[in-house]
C-alpha cells in the first residue's frame, strides 16, 4: 500500500524560510516522478514543482528562484526548500507521485494529505 505523509507546514513571517517533507512508503522515489503541489484559498490546485526519476526538476515561473524540489532516494523522501516567502504562497501544500512523467497535470496517481503553509 502506497502513502505519502507530508511534515514541515506551519506559519511563517513574509521573507521567511520553510522546508517541506514527504516520506513515503511501499516504494521508492527512485522509480516515480514526484511534485509539489498547492491550493490557495478559493483557488484551484496549481503544481508548483517537479523533479522527475532522473533527478531534472521543473518549476511554476511563481516560485522559480525561490523554491527548491529535491528528493533522497536512500531516505524515500521529497523535500521542498521554500525561500523568500510571500503571503500569496498561503495555501495547503500536496506531495504526489507517479510511474508516468506527469508534469504538473493533476492526475498523480498518490497525493499526499496536505499540509498548512502561512505567510503573514
Known amino acids: 500500500h502506497v502513502q505519502l505523509v507530508e511534515s514541515g507546514g506551519g506559519s511563517v513571517q513574509a521573507g521567511g524560510s520553510l522546508k517541506l517533507s514527504c516520506a513515503s512508503s511501499?516504494?521508492?522515489?527512485?522509480?516515480?516522478?514526484t511534485g509539489w503541489f498547492r491550493q490557495a484559498p478559493g483557488k484551484e490546485r496549481e503544481g508548483i514543482a517537479v523533479?522527475?526519476?532522473?533527478?531534472?526538476?521543473t518549476y511554476a515561473d511563481s516560485v522559480n528562484g525561490r523554491f527548491t524540489i529535491s528528493k533522497d532516494n536512500a531516505k524515500n523522501t521529497l523535500y521542498l526548500q521554500m525561500n523568500s516567502l510571500k503571503p500569496e504562497d498561503t495555501a495547503i501544500y500536496y506531495c504526489?507521485?507517479?510511474?508516468?512523467?506527469?508534469?504538473?497535470?493533476?492526475?498523480?496517481?498518490?497525493w499526499g494529505q496536505g499540509t498548512q503553509v502561512t505567510v503573514s
Open positions: 511501499g516504494w521508492t522515489y527512485a522509480m516515480y516522478c
Open positions: 504526489a507521485a507517479d510511474i508516468r512523467p506527469l508534469g504538473f497535470r493533476q492526475t498523480y496517481g498518490y
Open positions: 523533479i522527475d526519476r532522473n533527478g531534472v526538476t
